[in-house]
């Protein structure tokens, strides 16, 4: 079982890369397959990310990656599929918000009822799920590049590398969560808590404590299904240190 004590762990990420502005450095791939679910998980998976109050949604220039692989576990964890999509500015340009918040890269958890279009789950962007054609309008990315892979990749892993997409109809289907990709997302969060605007230091507080005690309850309930591995031997989550880059 995993617990919490602050350690350092510097090594774990080598490696890894992200530019700042976005999500991480621009993936090489153009296929979309989509998770693929029942009505009835689509419906129950938007309850799910509605009920979701300890990330930083408040904080969108940065952090996708960590935010989407939260919610994979949620879904995950009461047994619902997802995919990762990505969405890539043309090269030399950016996506943005309407608020101008500019980035190279946007990722968010995407499910697909089968006869009916993508549908991606951004609270960042949208408190309701949106059609992936609308998500792509909102960030003016009509003519960006887009791909999916299974929810349980970290978006922040394999930014730089050539991608293969991978279709997912089933949890069975999904690979496991890495427990170092867990470690690194609450990190990743913990510190953009830092960031949310207009909040006391007393829910900033709060928050925090509910992030790092619902990675340890995803964790748990993700081994019981036998969706977590922890190649690393990690015994803790140190999600109260900063990332290491």
């Known amino acids: 079982m995993l617990t919490f004590r602050p350690r350092l762990w510097s090594s774990l990420l080598l490696g890894l890369t992200l530019l700042e502005g976005g999500c991480g450095q621009r993936p090489l791939n153009t296929s979309q397959p989509a998770a693929l679910v029942s009505l009835e998980q689509y419906q129950e998976s938007y309850n799910i990310v509605r009920g979701v109050d300890y990330l930083p949604f408040q904080v969108t220039r940065d ?7 939260f919610l994979a576990m949620e879904l995950a964890a009461q047994g619902i599929p997802s995919s ?3 969405v890539v500015a043309p090269r030399g340009g950016l996506l943005y918000l309407s608020d101008g918040t500019p980035w190279l890269y946007h990722v968010a958890p995407m499910l697909q009822v089968p006869g009916y279009a993508p549908m991606i ?5 949208s408190a309701a799920p949106m059609r992936q054609q609308d998500w792509l309008q ?3 990315g009509q003519n960006a590049f887009v791909y999916s892979l299974p929810g349980s990749d970290y978006g922040y892993r394999y930014g730089s590398q050539i991608l293969s997409s991978q279709i997912v109809s089933s949890l069975d289907q999904m690979p496991p969560f890495r427990v170092e990709d867990i470690q690194h997302a609450c990190q990743s969060l913990d510190k953009f808590w830092g960031e949310v605007p207009g ?3 007393t829910e900033r507080a709060q928050r925090r404590q509910t992030l790092a005690n619902r ?3 995803l964790g ?4 019981a299904r036998g969706k977590l591995v922890n190649a690393m031997g990690l015994t803790r989550y140190d999600c109260q240190l900063a990332p290491s880059w």
Not at 220 to 223: F, V
């Open 215 to 217: 990675a340890v309850e």
């Open 199 to 201: 909040i006391t230091a």
């Open 63 to 69: 952090g996708c990656y960590a935010r989407a692989l």
């Open 121 to 125: 789950l951004d609270p960042a962007i």
């Open 220 to 223: 748990q309930q993700l081994q």
């Open 138 to 140: 909102a960030m003016h």
């Open 84 to 86: 990762s999509t990505f």
